[in-house]
C-alpha cells in the first residue's frame, strides 16, 4: 500500500517562496516518475511538475522558470521549490505518480495561499 504525505504549504505574499515536500510510504520509487499537482477551487486538478527518469524534467508553462522539483530517492521523497509566487499559484498541491495510477490514493495536499 502506497501512502503520500504532502506538507510545507501555507500562507505566503506574492513574490515569496515556499517549499513542498511529500513523503511516500511504500515501494513507490520502483515507480520511475513522480508528479506535482494542484487543484484550485472550481477547477480540475492539474499537473505542474513532474521528475522522470533520468532526472528529467517536466513544468506546466504557468510555472516554468518559477519551480523546481526534484527528488531524494534515498530518502522517498519528492519536492517542490517554488518562487515568485502568484496570487493565481493559489490551490491544493499534491504529490502522486506521473501519470496517477489508480491503485495509489491521493494524499490530503497542501494548501498554499499566495496573497497580500
Known amino acids: 500500500q502506497v501512502q503520500l504525505v504532502e506538507s510545507g504549504g501555507g500562507l505566503v505574499q506574492p513574490g515569496g517562496s515556499l517549499r513542498l515536500s511529500c513523503a511516500a510510504s511504500g515501494s513507490i520509487f520502483s515507480i520511475a516518475a513522480m508528479g506535482w499537482y494542484r487543484q484550485a477551487p472550481g477547477k480540475q486538478r492539474e499537473l505542474v511538475a513532474a521528475?522522470?527518469?533520468?532526472?528529467?524534467?517536466n513544468y506546466a508553462d504557468s510555472v516554468k522558470g518559477r519551480f523546481t522539483i526534484s527528488r531524494d530517492n534515498a530518502k522517498n521523497m519528492v519536492f517542490l521549490q517554488m518562487n515568485s509566487l502568484k496570487a493565481e499559484d493559489t490551490a491544493v498541491y499534491y504529490c502522486h505518480t506521473y501519470p496517477p495510477l489508480a491503485k495509489v490514493s491521493w494524499g490530503q495536499g497542501t494548501q498554499v495561499t499566495v496573497s497580500s
Open positions: 521528475i522522470i527518469s533520468g532526472g528529467r524534467t
